[in-house]
């Protein structure tokens, strides 16, 4: 049988097979090399110029420079808040080799760290993100940082800055309206986006918090600028490359008077109150007060807790700024618009007289009048001088509430003036759309009769700021002509120089006759020459108008009020209102003093001060003296 045997390999098939081997491998390898080559082509010259870019950012830092902070001075061009440089001790947590309480123990043997500076940068730390810079210490002195610098090697993440920092000269003088700034936290970033300022704020840590400060913080803040930085590899600068100069803030000049500011918060003494003085003929604020005041600068470096609970938690309120937050009743302060608007609308003559017997009867219940057994015959001349509160609760009535409503409403009462500061209140214009509104039962809606009566002397639902009332009696001694309150007079553009004026214009002029306004005007003279405000001002060198107000903070219900059987906090609001000179107006003011008592006792004797002092620049020896005589007012 023959052999069926046949060769599993020959030399042909294995050299066949090799080659292919060969062939694959080495497409294999051409090709990787071609992607090799394919990727370094688009790492180096499509995308040479991204990459040249990125190297250039790990090997250059652009820094940001805050810009310097507007200067805010008064219309004497005395500096209420300024700039001045210093070097502060900060500390970056994410960039600590150690625990935070270990490099704080180390570094408080070269520089003096309390434990009040402690609790502060933990409140920062708080607030803040651990890859920024947060200052422990400020104000360090040369020594301090020589020592320090000495050895900054030991201390990674702690650094030596020079800062700029906010100073406010006058200490508490005036803060309520210059306010303070303190750090940037998460609502004041989200305020930054909203008003697509983040790139401008990239080095900035403070930001205006209350006041002028708040109000014109994009005025203020004004263009940061950069530098371009070589850093090492431990993210130290090497050299300058570049800069771009930052442009500082504009200033601002104010309407403010510091120095009349000064006395009349002198003059308050330890009294809680406002007052707000305004130039007629251009709205601008002369002074703004609000007792007590506080010192911005505790806030400029985060404020300590123990200052702060006694700042927060007094009974007296100093934060508040009663002159644009606080609403109180007018009292009588509230006749001579009354009185207007009765000449106005027609409702009375000057001459038109009722007989006082002492109280007015309305549905069955009785509104007694501020003197047992009344006034008399009384016209309007002697309603305004005596405050007859008979006179005012007939022509209430006969006037109605939306008569009322509208008048008082056309002169600011009840609405904001537009003053430039954040947060002012509106107070309380009462009328019966707004009760509708205040109340949720239908019972508590309707409006009474008997509710108007009340509001005819300024008591009941009325509730004004002593802004509102200030702007009033402006709008009064200017004639109908009114300008909007407010504090800066003009802003300085800082690379220009060129000036920007604030409301130069009279924001309204009401159709008021002459002659109704000096039957007004003259009522008020009255008032402070033979009236409830003769004792105030009693042998002063100029004519003045004026008005006493009382404003009850509790209802008496019927019984007979005596100051000496009440605590303190339940005495009533002294108000009172005045211009001067009469026949041609420099100022006009509005006064409060809470749980003052009666106007002519404790609001009077300071209107008095402060327009002697703006008048003739008599400087008082102390605050003003309450009036011991009580005159009979409401």
Not at 325 to 354: H, V
Not at 356 to 380: A, E, I, N, Q, S
Request: proline residues 5%; glycine residues 10%; neutral net charge.
């Amino acid at each position: 049988m023959r052999s069926r045997y046949v060769p599993l390999n020959t030399r042909d098939g294995d050299l066949d097979r090799f080659r292919s081997r060969i062939l694959i491998a080495a497409a294999v390898v051409v090709l990787g090399f071609g992607l090799l080559i394919g990727r370094f082509v688009f790492l180096q010259v499509i995308q040479h110029e991204y990459y040249i870019t990125r190297a250039e950012d790990n090997r250059i830092s652009l820094v940001p420079i805050a810009p310097n902070r507007g200067v805010i001075q008064d219309r004497n061009g005395l500096v209420l808040a300024r700039n001045y440089s210093a070097f502060t001790l900060e500390i970056t947590p994410a960039k600590l080799e150690e625990s935070l309480d270990a490099t704080i123990d180390a570094v408080s043997k070269y520089v003096d760290i309390q434990p009040k500076d402690r609790r502060r940068f933990r409140k920062l730390l708080e607030e803040s993100k651990s890859f920024e810079s947060i200052p422990i210490r400020t104000r360090l002195s040369d020594e301090e940082v020589a020592r320090f610098a000495a050895n900054r090697y030991l201390f990674p993440g702690v650094d030596v800055k020079a800062r700029l920092f906010r100073h406010y000269p006058l200490g508490a003088s005036a803060s309520h309206v210059v306010g303070y700034i303190n750090r940037i936290n998460q609502k004041d970033l989200d305020s930054i986006e909203a008003q697509e300022q983040t790139a401008n704020y990239k080095g900035t840590d403070h930001i205006g918090k209350t006041g002028l400060e708040q109000k014109y913080e994009f005025q203020l803040h004004g263009v940061a600028g950069y530098e371009e930085v070589e850093i090492d590899a431990g993210g130290r600068a090497v050299r300058s490359l570049s800069r771009t100069a930052p442009i500082s803030g504009n200033d601002l000049t104010l309407t403010l008077d510091t120095k009349l500011q000064k006395m009349t918060e002198k003059a308050f003494g330890d009294r809680r109150g406002a007052l707000v003085a305004i130039e007629p003929s251009t709205g601008g604020i002369l002074a703004m007060v609000s007792t007590p005041t506080f010192d911005p600068n505790l806030f400029v470096d985060g404020i300590r807790s123990e200052d702060w609970d006694l700042l927060n938690n007094s009974p007296d309120r100093p934060m508040v700024n009663r002159a644009l937050n606080g609403a109180y009743p007018p009292g009588s302060t509230f006749k001579p618009f009354m009185a207007l608007a009765a000449l106005e609308l027609g409702k009375r003559t000057p001459q038109q007289a009722i007989a006082d017997p002492g109280f007015f009867v309305y549905g069955g219940h009785t509104f007694r009048d501020d003197k047992k057994g009344g006034h008399g015959l009384v016209d309007m001349y002697k309603s305004i001088v005596e405050s007859c509160d008979t006179y005012y609760y007939a022509l209430a009535n006969d006037m109605g509430i939306d008569n009322i409503s509208r008048f008082m409403g056309s002169i600011g009462l009840g609405s904001k003036t537009g003053v430039d500061l954040e947060g002012e209140s509106e107070g309380v214009l009462p009328s019966p759309e707004w009760k509708k509104k205040r109340f949720k039962r239908p019972e508590q809606q309707k409006w009474f009769g008997g509710e108007t009566i009340s509001i005819g002397i300024g008591q009941g639902y009325n509730a004004y700021t002593p802004i509102q009332l200030a702007q009033a009696m402006a709008a009064l001694a200017n004639n109908g002509v009114m300008y909007r309150p407010h504090l800066v007079k003009y802003i300085t553009d800082s690379k220009t120089g060129e000036r920007r004026m604030i409301e130069p214009e009279p924001f309204r002029t009401l159709p008021w006759k002459p002659e109704h306004i000096e039957t007004i005007k003259k009522a008020m003279v009255g008032v402070n020459t033979e009236g409830t405000g003769k004792r105030a001002f009693a042998g002063a060198e100029y004519v003045s108008g004026g008005k006493t107000g009382t404003a009850q903070v509790f209802s008496l219900r019927g019984s007979e009020y005596k100051a000496n059987r009440l605590r303190k906090d339940l005495h009533d609001h002294a108000l009172f209102i005045a211009f001067a000179p009469a026949e041609q107006p420099k100022i006009a003011l509005a006064v409060l003093v809470e749980n003052g008592g009666f106007g002519a006792q404790s609001a009077a004797p300071i209107a008095r001060m402060v327009i002697d002092y703006y008048l003739l620049g008599k400087t008082p020896d102390g605050p003003a003296k309450d009036d011991e005589v009580q005159e009979e007012e409401d």
